[in-house]
T-cell receptor, first 114, second 109 residues
Framework: SQTIHQWPATLVQPVGSPLSLECTVE??????LYWYRQAAGRGLQLLFY??????ISSEVPQNLSASRPQDRQFILSSKKLLLSDSGFYLC?????????????FGEGSRLTVL | GQNIDQPTEMTATEGAIVQINCTYQ??????LFWYQQHAGEAPTFLSY??LDGLEEKGRFSSFLSRSKGYSYLLLKELQMKDSASYLC??????????WGAGTKLIIKP
């Protein structure tokens, strides 16, 4: 069976510090991978998605970046965090064929920037 | 622009029935999804509608009318564990999901 895991679960960082959130998927090959951010009272905001190694599409211009160094690994990074980067970050995967389009989410990472 | 509207919060009684509505305006349509999200947790998939009509899955049903840009999620025999946020999402012509802000459902005994 397929599993997705992201870490860390909780992070408190000062403004201007770097960020690295990691996500790995097991039990499937060539998944589509996604990073979302969820702010309180708002819908999920797609930040990045990837259909293959080294292929990253950015949906929102900002100080965040993403990388996919391996087929089942997706990393969200920032060189200098802003207060507005606080939120609940979710990694997700979907099958490559867009069949039903169902997304499978990781446990989430709650980031607080102080 | 693309827009998904759903009520911010609803309250219902344990054992009762509740209907959560969702209206959408998107660039194309390739399916509508409902997800459940408990506080502090990740969303989990509930249902998928791509054709008009009702899809039933146990205590949960989801309805779609593409001509009206409208869907609802029907929860029967409510249980306390159903207290959660319910997210409506539409897949657009680019196969990207557009998400509503979610409806927080509060179940009272």
């Amino acid at each position: 069976s397929q599993t997705i895991h992201q870490w860390p679960a909780t992070l408190v960082q000062p403004v201007g510090s770097p960020l690295s959130l990691e996500c790995t998927v097991e039990g499937t090959s060539n998944p589509n991978l996604y990073w979302y951010r969820q702010a309180a009272g708002r819908g999920l905001q797609l930040l990045f998605y990837s259909v293959g190694i080294g292929q990253i599409s950015s949906e929102v211009p900002q100080n965040l970046s993403a990388s996919r160094p391996q087929d089942r690994q997706f990393i969200l990074s920032s060189k200098k965090l802003l207060l507005s980067d606080s939120g609940f970050y979710l990694c997700a995967w979907s099958p490559p064929d867009f069949d039903t389009g169902e997304l499978f989410f990781g446990e989430g990472s709650r980031l607080t920037v102080l | 622009g693309q827009n998904i509207d759903q009520p911010t919060e609803m309250t219902a009684t344990e054992g009762a029935i509740v209907q959560i509505n969702c209206t959408y305006q998107t660039s194309g349509f390739n399916g509508l999804f409902w997800y459940q999200q408990h506080a502090g947790e990740a969303p989990t998939f509930l249902s998928y509608n791509v054709l008009d009509g009702l899809e039933e899955k146990g205590r949960f049903s989801s309805f779609l009318s593409r001509s009206k840009g409208y869907s609802y999620l029907l929860l029967k025999e409510l249980q306390m564990k159903d207290s959660a946020s319910y997210l409506c999402a539409v897949r657009d012509s680019n196969y990207q999901l557009i998400w509503g802000a979610g409806t927080k459902l509060i179940i009272k005994p």
